[in-house]
C-alpha cells in the first residue's frame, strides 16, 4: 500500500496546475468539516493583501516541503481571472447631477440585465431581463461609451463618469472570521503522527518566515480536534476509573478487592500498548477510545473470578484460602475465555479491514482492544489470582466463615440439651 501510494503521488506531480489529496472518504469529510479543506493539516496565513498572501503562502509551502512526513502538499489555487474595473470620478458624477448608486444601478442594469417582469408560457414562467446585447461586452471602446442619462435628461458617456480599465485578479477570496486568508494543505504520511508532523512544522515556519505586522498564520485540520477530544477522552477515562473503583467497592465491600480487580487495567493496558506498536505506533482519537472501552472489559474479568471465590467461601463453605482461590481460577476459566473469544472474534474483521474505506476509525479501535482482550484474559489468570491469595481478602472471609460456623456450632451445642429434655 505504501509503494502504490507513493507512485502514484509522485505520478500526480508531475500532472501540471493540479493539487491532489490523496485519503479515505470519511476522512475527507471529516477533514472538510474542521478546516474546510480535504486534508489533515490546514495551514491558515491571514492578512489584507491577496499578493503578500500569496508570497507569503509560497515560503511556508517551501518550508513544509521539508519536514519529515508531509505528503500530498499543496497551495489553495488562486488562478487570476481578467475583469473590468470601474473606478468612479465622484466630482465627475455630482457635476452632472448624478449619485454614485445611480451610475451603479445603470452599469449592472446594461451589462448583466434587469428583470423586469415575468413571461407565461403554457405552464412555465420566465423572467423578462432588460440589458445590453452581450457583443457590447467584446469591445472596450462600445463599454466606454456607453451612454447614462442624467437627471435633466442629457447624455453622458460613461468614461465621463468613470475610469474603465481592464485588469486581473483572484478568481475567489476565501475570508474567516473577516479576514483574508490562504491555505497551504498537507496530509500526514505513514510512520508519522499528525501531532508530531504539526509540531514540526510550526517550528520550521516559525524558524524560516517572517510575517508583516498585520499578517499572521492558525494551524487547523484533524489535529484541533483530535487534541481537543484527547483532553475530554483524558478527563472521562478517569472518571471511568474513579466510578470503576466505587462500584466495585460497593459490590465486594472491600477497597483491597477493589484494588486487586483494577488491577485488570494495566494488564489489559499492556496489550493495548502492543496493538497501538503494530498498528503504526499512533495513538489516534479511536486508540484512545479503545483504551476507555477495554477498561470495562478487563475489569469484567477480575469481577467473575473474585465474586466466585466469595460465593465458594460464603455459601459452599471452603475454609482453605488456597483452595478457594484455585478452584475460582479454574470454575471461571470457561466463562471468561468464552466472552474473550466472542469479543474477540467479532473483533478480528474490523482489525484486517485496515486501509480499506471507512475503516479510519473502527480499525484502531479494534486492534487496541483485540490486543488488550489478549493480554488482560491470559494475565488475569495467572497474576489476579496469585496477587488475590497474597493481598486479598480471602484469608479475611475463610476466618469470617470459621467464627460463624463455631458460633453456630456452639449455639446448637447449648440448646441441643435443652431439646432432650
Request: proline fraction near 4%; charged fraction near 20%.
Amino acid at each position: 500500500k505504501e509503494d502504490f501510494l507513493a507512485a502514484l503521488r509522485h505520478d500526480m506531480e508531475m500532472v501540471p496546475g493540479t493539487n491532489v489529496i490523496i485519503g479515505q472518504p470519511i476522512s475527507h469529510r471529516i477533514d472538510h468539516m474542521l478546516s474546510g479543506t480535504r486534508a489533515n493539516i490546514a495551514v491558515k496565513i491571514f492578512g489584507s493583501d491577496v499578493f503578500e498572501l500569496r508570497s507569503l503562502a509560497a515560503q511556508v509551502e517551501s518550508v513544509m516541503r521539508e519536514v519529515d512526513g508531509v505528503v500530498d502538499l499543496a497551495m489553495e489555487q488562486q488562478a487570476e481571472i481578467p475583469f473590468l474595473s470601474v473606478d468612479f470620478n465622484r466630482d465627475g458624477i455630482a457635476r452632472y447631477g448624478l449619485r454614485v448608486q445611480q451610475v451603479a444601478e445603470l452599469i449592472e442594469t446594461a451589462f448583466y440585465g434587469h428583470d423586469v417582469s415575468r413571461i407565461l408560457e403554457g405552464q412555465a414562467s420566465f423572467d423578462l431581463t432588460v440589458r445590453y446585447d452581450p457583443k457590447v461586452l467584446e469591445s472596450m471602446e462600445t463599454i466606454r461609451n456607453t451612454l447614462i442619462t442624467t437627471a435633466d435628461g442629457a447624455m453622458v458617456p460613461l468614461h465621463a463618469l468613470a475610469d474603465i480599465r481592464k485588469d486581473r485578479g483572484p478568481h475567489n477570496i476565501s475570508r474567516e472570521n473577516v479576514q483574508r486568508k490562504i491555505v497551504v494543505m498537507a496530509n500526514v504520511g505513514e510512520g508519522r503522527d499528525l501531532r508530531g508532523v504539526v509540531e514540526d512544522i510550526r517550528s520550521a515556519v516559525a524558524a524560516s518566515v517572517e510575517f508583516p505586522v498585520g499578517y499572521h498564520v492558525e494551524y487547523g485540520g484533524q489535529f484541533e480536534s483530535a487534541a481537543e477530544a484527547s483532553r475530554t477522552l483524558m478527563i472521562l477515562g478517569t472518571a471511568v476509573i474513579v466510578g470503576i473503583f466505587l462500584l466495585l467497592f460497593v459490590a465486594f465491600k472491600s477497597a483491597r478487592d477493589a484494588f486487586l480487580v483494577m488491577l485488570n487495567l494495566p494488564l489489559g493496558l499492556v496489550g493495548g500498548v502492543i496493538g497501538v506498536f503494530v498498528s503504526g505506533g499512533v495513538l489516534s482519537v479511536a486508540s484512545m477510545i479503545g483504551f476507555i472501552s477495554l477498561f470495562g472489559i478487563a475489569t469484567r474479568n477480575g469481577v467473575m473470578m473474585i465474586s466466585h471465590i466469595h460465593h465458594l467461601v460464603e455459601q459452599e463453605g471452603i475454609c482453605d484460602p488456597r483452595e478457594a482461590v484455585r478452584r475460582g481460577a479454574m470454575e471461571r476459566l470457561v466463562p471468561i475465555l468464552m466472552t474473550a473469544l466472542t469479543a474477540g472474534f467479532a473483533l478480528i474483521p474490523l482489525a484486517l479491514a485496515g486501509g480499506e474505506p471507512g475503516s479510519e476509525i473502527q480499525t484502531p479501535m479494534a486492534i487496541v482492544l483485540l490486543f488488550g482482550l489478549v493480554t488482560s484474559t491470559v494475565l488475569n489468570m495467572i497474576v489476579v489470582p496469585a496477587l488475590y491469595l497474597r493481598f486479598g481478602s480471602v484469608r479475611l472471609k475463610v476466618n469470617e466463615r470459621l467464627k460463624r460456623d463455631a458460633s453456630d456450632w456452639g449455639t446448637a451445642s447449648r440448646t441441643e440439651p435443652a431439646k432432650t429434655l
